[in-house]
């Protein structure tokens, strides 16, 4: 049996509302996670936001650490997706 946590895995999703007033923004996931559908939004503080420009609209981002809530899913935090070098590149 497995130990692994599928909550922390990171959940590919695009930026639908930035909510600057209630310091939240609304994402919907890229593909089925589980539990999680495309139908279903996922949200996150702005507080907990990793990246160095602040979250736009249609923007894909990773999620980390979501969990459902009572009142919806909820991520701990976000960041941008961006270039990764692949092993090449590293060499």
Excluded at 31 to 42: A, E, I, M, R, Y
């Amino acid at each position: 049996m497995s130990n692994h946590d599928p909550s922390v895995d990171p959940i590919r999703a695009t930026i639908t509302k930035v909510v600057e007033d209630g310091h939240y923004v609304v994402t919907l996931p890229m593909q089925n996670h589980g539990d999680l559908t495309p139908k279903d939004s996922v949200t996150f503080n702005l507080g907990n936001w990793e990246g160095a420009q602040d979250p736009e609209v249609g923007q894909v981002v990773e999620l980390q650490e979501t969990h459902l809530y009572q009142r919806g899913w909820r991520a701990q935090s976000a960041c941008p997706v961006t270039p990764q070098p692949n092993e090449k590149e590293r060499h």
